[in-house]
């Protein structure tokens, strides 16, 4: 937010930015808008009050996150949250959430009232957390009604209102590893695979994220959900179009993978960025194993050049881009 060029300089411009680019994203013709969620940042820390506000600007876009530190959530008052913001969107939302990334603070989720159980990692209370919301967003019925309450009940137990029927089929799980893939096949939610992903053979970004593709699709394969899978990749693509393009990012960003360690123990592989002219890109993006491999594509964009030069983006994108490669 501090960068001279930076249109972002409040927590107001930043969501009522994001907002704006999700409208026209819609105009443009994209499928769907996703935002970060990061706590303790100068960032949008809270996804339903925001999924609600684009929810109630668009009409067609899916509206999702990518995604939501489930350390940090009451699994029931979140429930509630989504639920209301997927019902004011018409049903539109795709929520993806997870372990969560390296954090702002240390353990961050102790200030949120959180603690991992007896013999718990951190992560073993994300998937806990999961689970408890997994069923909540479903309807699971499992809360004793008041014999005399103030409004009258339906018979039988209770579940977490308001409801919205067929969220569940939307949930999606930010996996960093091949076994995280799996354990999202094994509970019904589609797969997310950032720009970040464990090391586990030592092979670029996008090789690993198709062997974690091909682990997750095998493994939704031996249940029996009754819906088909989703698979999203990320990625940092510049169409470069224009002199300004020129000056943000040509000869700049990160040209091939990195690998280093981003907590103890967790040593990562950290994806390239994509920037080149459209023909140059379009080469780069057609060896990109894991794209053609997924269904959905994430690009991520600097939100902090503001909303018109975004949508400048977005549009270099689907109109040089896109159609050589087969995008829809």
């Given amino acids: ?33 996703y935002f970060r969620v990061h706590h303790f940042a100068r960032q949008l820390g809270t996804p339903a009050p925001l999924l609600a506000a684009v929810g109630a600007r668009t009409r067609r876009i899916e509206i999702g996150t990518g995604v939501v530190d489930m350390r940090y959530a009451n699994p029931l008052g979140f429930a509630e949250d989504i639920a209301a913001a997927d019902l004011l969107a018409g049903g539109r939302v795709q929520l993806g959430v997870s372990r969560g990334s390296p954090e702002q603070v240390i353990d961050g989720w102790r200030y949120f009232g959180f603690r991992p159980g007896e013999g718990e990692t951190d992560a073993d209370m994300a998937r806990r957390h999961t689970e408890v919301f ?21 018979p039988g137990l209770l579940r977490i209102e308001p409801h919205s029927e067929g969220l569940r089929k939307r949930i999606w799980w930010g996996a960093a590893s091949d076994a995280t893939a799996r354990w999202a096949a094994s509970t019904g939610m ?7 992903k464990a090391d586990e053979s030592g092979e670029p970004l996008h090789v690993q994220q198709r062997r974690q593709i091909e682990a997750f699709r095998e493994e939704w394969a031996r249940h029996d959900h009754g819906f088909a899978p989703r698979v999203s990749v990320s990625r940092s693509i510049v169409a470069i179009t224009s002199d300004a393009d020129r000056r943000y990012f040509l000869g700049g960003g990160q040209r091939g993978d990195q690998f280093g360690d981003i907590e103890p123990g967790l040593r990562a592989v950290f994806g390239r960025s994509y920037a080149a002219e459209p023909e140059e890109l379009i080469e780069q993006l057609r060896a990109d194993e894991a794209i053609r491999a997924a269904d959905t ?25 896109a159609p050589e490669l087969g995008w829809r």
């Fill in 297 to 321: 594509l994430l690009v991520t964009v600097p939100t902090q050049l503001g909303v018109d030069y975004n949508a400048h983006l977005l549009e270099s994108i689907l109109t040089h881009v």
């Fill in 134 to 154: 997994l069923r909540a967003v479903e309807g699971a019925a499992f809360a004793e009604p008041n014999p005399r309450p103030m409004f009258p009940n339906p």
């Fill in 1 to 33: 937010m501090d960068h001279p060029d930076s249109a972002v300089r409040s927590a107001s411009d930043a969501l009522l930015q994001s907002v704006e680019l999700a409208e026209a994203a819609e105009e443009l013709g994209a499928d769907g808008a």
């Fill in 190 to 196: 589609h797969l997310m695979s950032s720009t970040l």
